[in-house]
């Protein structure tokens, strides 16, 4: 039979569905238990979603470690600006001037 009203189901929330898309989590410990607001993790076997939850909800952010998996604005003008500089147009202009 389902164990639907278990206390673990926690991990099912459709929210936390979007702290995995935006980050991975990594326990800062490698072993034992804590127990937050009736929640009980532990950290040796603790899932992505247990992980996220901890940090997101239960605020444990001294605990869990939140590694960012999106890329910063910054690094998507570096890569466009690389895009401009490596632009065959200007190697063909440049090659017109040295005919002349």
């Known amino acids: 039979m389902c164990n639907c009203n278990s206390q673990n189901n926690f991990v099912d929330l459709p929210h ?4 995995l898309i935006m980050a991975k989590y990594k326990s800062k410990l490698e072993s034992g ?8 993790i532990k950290w040796a076997t603790a899932s992505q979603e247990e992980l996220a939850y901890a940090y997101e909800e239960l605020g444990l952010h001294d605990l869990v470690e939140k590694i960012s998996t999106t890329k910063p604005k910054n690094e ?3 890569v466009s600006t690389k895009k401009k ?4 147009s200007k190697k063909a202009d440049t090659d017109k001037n040295t005919d002349e």
């Open 85 to 88: 500089a490596n632009n065959p």
């Open 16 to 19: 936390l569905k979007i702290y």
């Open 33 to 40: 238990t804590t127990y937050k607001n009736g929640i009980k």
């Open 76 to 78: 998507k003008a570096k």
